[in-house]
């Protein structure tokens, strides 16, 4: 149905930032709610944001909340997620998902691009 592939992933310094980006091919993004999960190592993996097909409503874990931000533009079948004042535990493979309806659950996405590493340094 769609193809995720992330990119922009690296290394920072704590405090920094990143912006990770998904693109689609084989349908259009808008069908979809999309979602940004991460897995750190030894942990499940866990719910990081979402948002809405059109883009009017997003949701993110209180984690991240005040220093993330999802967005999507369907005319260039992208979802970005910036990331600001990064810290150590924010250390993962961070994956683009897409599904049904934005949820708070990785099980909740049927679609999963490959991800991209983030690794955040003290």
Not at 3 to 24: I, K, P, T
Not at 28 to 40: D, F, K
Not at 84 to 103: E, I, R
Request: aromatic share 10%; proline share 2%; with cysteine.
């Amino acid at each position: 149905q769609v193809q995720l592939v992330e990119s922009g992933g690296g290394l920072v310094q704590a405090g920094g930032s990143l912006r990770l980006s998904c693109a689609a091919s084989g349908r259009t993004l808008s069908s979809y709610h999309m979602g940004w999960l991460r897995q750190a190592p030894g942990k499940e993996r866990e719910f990081v944001a979402a948002i809405s097909r059109s883009g009017n409503k997003t949701y993110y874990a209180d984690s991240v909340k005040g220093r993330f931000t999802i967005s999507r533009d369907n005319a260039k079948n992208s979802v970005f997620l910036q990331m600001n004042s990064l810290k150590p535990v924010d250390t993962a493979v961070y994956y683009c998902a897409a599904g049904a309806a934005a949820a708070t659950t990785p099980q909740a996405y049927g679609y999963w691009g490959q991800g991209t590493q983030v690794t955040v340094s003290s």
